[in-house]
Every structure is written in C-alpha cells, then in structure tokens.
C-alpha cells in the first residue's frame, strides 16, 4: 500500500455515533496530520501528532499513534451531521522542505 | 485568524492556453507550496519554495510548469500550454519557519481544462 492509506474508503454512521478512521504509512514519520475536506472545498487542518507522541485530543477528535505499526487513527465522538466530510491523513517525513504526503482518505456521512 | 487566499475559484481554459494561478500566503510565513487534487484521487504534492527559489518539485512539476512570488505578498503557479489531464484542484499552502508546523491551505482553484 502507498503511503498514508485510510480505510475504511467511506463510512455511513447515525448522527451521535462515534467514527473512527484508520490510516497506515510506509516510511518513518516526523509527525501525522488529519485533514477534512467538505466537498469540493479546501482542506482544513484538524490535529497534528508528533512521531514521539501516542495520543492527542482536541474537543471531540481523539488521534491515536502507532510507529511500531505504522498507524495511526482519527476517532470522531459523538458524530454531527457537520461532520460530514472526507478525512485524510497526511505524512510528513525527512529534511527539507516538509511537503505532506497524502492518503486517499475516507468519506465520511452522518445521517441526521 | 489569518488565513491563505487563493484566486480565481474555478478557472476553465482551453487545451494548449496558460493559465495562472494566484495565492496569498499567510503574511509571515516562509514556506509556500502547492498541491493538486485530481477529482476523486488524493491530494497531490508539486512543489515548495522558499527563500525565492524551488526546495523540492515532484515528478508532477515537469517542464510545463513554474512558480513566482513576484512581490512580498503573491505565490503563483503557471502552467504554460495546459492539458487535458491538468484539470484538477489546485491548493496552495504555507507554513512558519518551524520544521513541523503544520500547512495551512488555501480554498484552492478548480481548473478545467476543455
């Protein structure tokens, strides 16, 4: 698989239902970012984890970190209808100038 | 909260024109790159530049294509002589100086390309 893939491809929940998206890589990391984008809009940035972290919160995003396996997950608690979106992961590795490597991401719907 | 800004949202050209495509990156930030999105395929990297010259460009970035800050403001990406399968989401993106900063994007510019 290439790197940053998310599974699942797309995801159907009940609004106030938790999601959770999975996404691995190939390469060591210096961090992961989660990424939503509403469709046919610009990506917003979610939450950022470093390569030395294993979990990271913010309101009701929950990423988890796991360099052994090369994974990590987004869990979305208490799902919206707002939360609709596609959700990506992004790698970012190296020296340099730090460009993103994307996944293919997950389509995400919260039926209201 | 300081944002980037990308002009025009949706351009559509002919085959073989040159388009340009604008950004404005957020005022204190020294890296500036762009991405492409394909409809339906994930969000690819192009190039990043800093320090008024091209860090790294992938296999995407050949010939056709080349990015400016013309003034202190502005970040541009041209495309010479556009082609079919140039049709895509462009997102420009920029970050501070700190290595693991996070990117921030701008609301892209659709290109198509007839």
């Known amino acids: 698989s290439q790197q940053g893939e998310e599974d699942p491809q797309a995801l159907s929940i009940q609004e106030g239902e938790n999601a959770t998206m999975n996404c691995s890589y190939k390469?060591?990391?210096?961090?992961l970012q989660w990424y939503r984008q509403n469709s046919g809009r610009g990506l917003v940035h979610l939450i950022l984890i470093r390569s030395n972290e294993r979990e990271k919160h913010s309101g009701r995003l929950r990423v988890t970190l796991d360099t052994s396996k090369k994974s990590s997950s987004l869990l979305i608690t208490a799902s919206r209808a707002a939360d609709t979106a596609s959700y990506f992961c992004a790698t970012l590795s190296g020296a340099g100038s730090y460009q993103l490597t994307f996944g293919k991401g997950t389509k995400l719907s919260v039926i209201p | 909260e300081p944002e980037v800004t990308q002009t025009p949202s949706h351009q559509v050209t002919q085959m073989g024109q040159e388009v340009i495509l604008r950004c404005v990156p957020i005022s204190n930030h020294l890296y500036f790159y762009w991405y492409r999105q394909i409809l339906g395929q994930k969000v690819e990297f192009l190039v990043s530049f800093y320090n008024n010259e091209i860090s790294e460009k992938s296999e995407i970035f050949d010939d056709q294509f080349s990015v400016e800050r013309p003034d202190g403001s502005n970040f541009t990406l041209k495309i010479r002589s556009t082609k079919l399968e140039d049709s895509a989401m462009y997102f420009c993106?920029?970050?501070?100086?700190?290595?693991?900063?996070?990117?921030?994007f701008g609301p892209g510019t659709r290109l198509t390309v007839l």
């Open positions: 390469t060591s990391i210096n961090n």
């Open positions: 993106a920029s970050r501070g100086l700190a290595g693991h900063n996070e990117q921030f």
